[in-house]
């Protein structure tokens, strides 16, 4: 089985790059696809979450030339130049792929299927489904379109005034991307702050946005401008070295180029109230993107409470936040996070698994989990559940623990983040790759 083997040992140095933000580089593909004329995207994430957007992008008819792994030339063929797929669009573990196009293609005059891995067919898509077919999409799934695959036959949307049950950018993404087809003004209302990488792209492209973060208006739009993208760091990769430095005693690490747009930064606010000083630097726009250097010393910390906004903020990050709250000082309380049990795994119950294995002190809750610490962790084998976020958070805590730990069923964490392992090393950690070797995306 291809697996993490974990030693503890002395400080992390040094100063690293993480690939490019994932959620940017799905955008950059989709909204390039249907930009009149080329797009270009440096420093896309090669993993196998957006290689299957890609891959779909293809199938719609856009020509996509790779001019290397990172660097794309996205031929656009218009709002209304996409075809009709040959074939089911596989969109493999990818939850942002399947919703992204769901909205995508709700527009779209003719019929299309998206399906994908065993673990994605198992996510609730109710969310997208409903607002969709309340445009006038024909949607069919299983579950009465609860769970993927989803059929689905669209054109002739109309506009929709929708508020949205929780603050999520991937249904209001979907939500957008459909209200360029409708036939008047599409009106959103988000409960909370959630990623807004899809408004940014969407305004620099020319759409006739209105609004702010929790109230949006899109127009219906006759042709999008091209991109011109460099994806930024993504920030929940840089987390796990991030959070590693803070916790491995003596540890000083640089991440250089992160995206550190304030509607993904919750852990960032979360690690300050736990005591830690991570330092944002040399600040920059890129794209319509914030960008930093992230400096990070190892620190003591102390308990928190997080719920609330905050939750979507850091939504990714809630299983490296588990291991932070093991080496904190007093009780760390997660709520309001229900979300977490229909990630790729649910979250709560595995991470609490997983964690009681090395030894911590952490209980579940319906809608998030509660850590008593400090406790010493003790190497032991821990499985990653096929979830990718939680395999890099084990191996987090297998650099705290005494003696070794091995993460089994690591070819997850090519999703999103290729390098992973090696990206530790350099910093020093004691982290070996065994099995097949560390995939790429």
Request: hydrophobic share 45%.
């Amino acid at each position: 089985m291809n697996r993490i083997v974990v030693q503890s040992g002395g400080p992390l140095r040094g100063r690293i790059g993480v690939p490019g933000d994932k959620s940017i580089s799905h955008r950059a593909l989709i909204l390039g696809a249907i930009a009149e004329g080329t797009s270009r995207v440096e420093n896309f994430l090669p993993a196998a979450d957006c290689r299957a957007t890609l891959r779909a992008v293809r199938a719609l008819g856009i020509e996509v030339k790779e001019q290397s792994p990172t660097a794309l030339i996205v031929h656009g063929r218009g709002l209304h130049g996409l075809r009709e797929p040959d074939d089911v669009l596989d969109c493999v573990r990818s939850g942002t792929t399947l919703r992204f196009l769901a909205g995508l293609l709700a527009g779209q005059p003719f019929f299309s299927v998206l399906g994908g891995a065993a673990q994605l067919r198992r996510r609730p898509m109710g969310r997208i489904v409903e607002p969709l077919r309340r445009m006038g999409a024909t949607i069919l799934g299983r579950q009465g379109g609860r769970l993927p695959p989803l059929a689905i036959r669209g054109g002739g949307l109309r506009a929709l005034d929708y508020t949205l049950p929780v603050a999520s950018a991937q249904v209001k993404s979907a939500l957008l991307l459909a209200g360029l087809y409708a036939d008047g003004p599409t009106t959103l209302r988000v409960p909370g702050p959630a990623r807004d990488h899809t408004e940014r792209m969407l305004v620099a492209m020319g759409a006739h946005l209105d609004g702010e973060i929790w109230n949006l208006e899109i127009k219906p739009a006759e042709r999008l401008e091209p991109l011109d993208v460099t994806v930024p760091g993504d920030f929940s990769s840089a987390a796990f070295p991030l959070v590693a430095a803070v916790l491995v005693a003596g540890s000083e690490v640089v991440i250089e180029g992160v995206g550190v747009n304030p509607t993904r930064t919750g852990l960032l606010d979360v690690l300050r109230a736990m005591g830690a000083d991570p330092a944002v630097e040399n600040e920059r726009l890129v794209g319509g993107e914030q960008v930093a250097d992230l400096v990070v010393r190892a620190s003591a910390l102390r308990g928190t409470t997080v719920g609330g906004e905050t939750v979507v903020r850091m939504i990714d990050e809630f299983p490296l936040l588990a291991v932070a709250a093991t080496q904190a000082q007093g009780e760390t309380i997660v709520r309001d996070a229900a979300e977490l049990r229909v990630k790729e795994t649910d979250r709560i119950a595995v991470v609490v698994a997983e964690l009681r294995r090395l030894g911590a002190e952490i209980e579940a809750r319906p809608d998030g989990f509660v850590v008593h610490g400090p406790t010493p962790l003790r190497g032991a084998t821990v499985h990653s559940h096929g979830d990718h976020r939680l395999a890099m958070a084990l191996t987090v805590a297998g650099l705290l623990a005494q003696g070794e730990t091995v993460v089994q069923d690591v070819d997850c964490i090519a999703d999103s983040f290729p390098g992973f392992v090696r990206t530790l090393q350099v910093v020093g950690a004691g982290v070996s790759h065994h099995g097949h070797r560390e995939r790429s995306g």
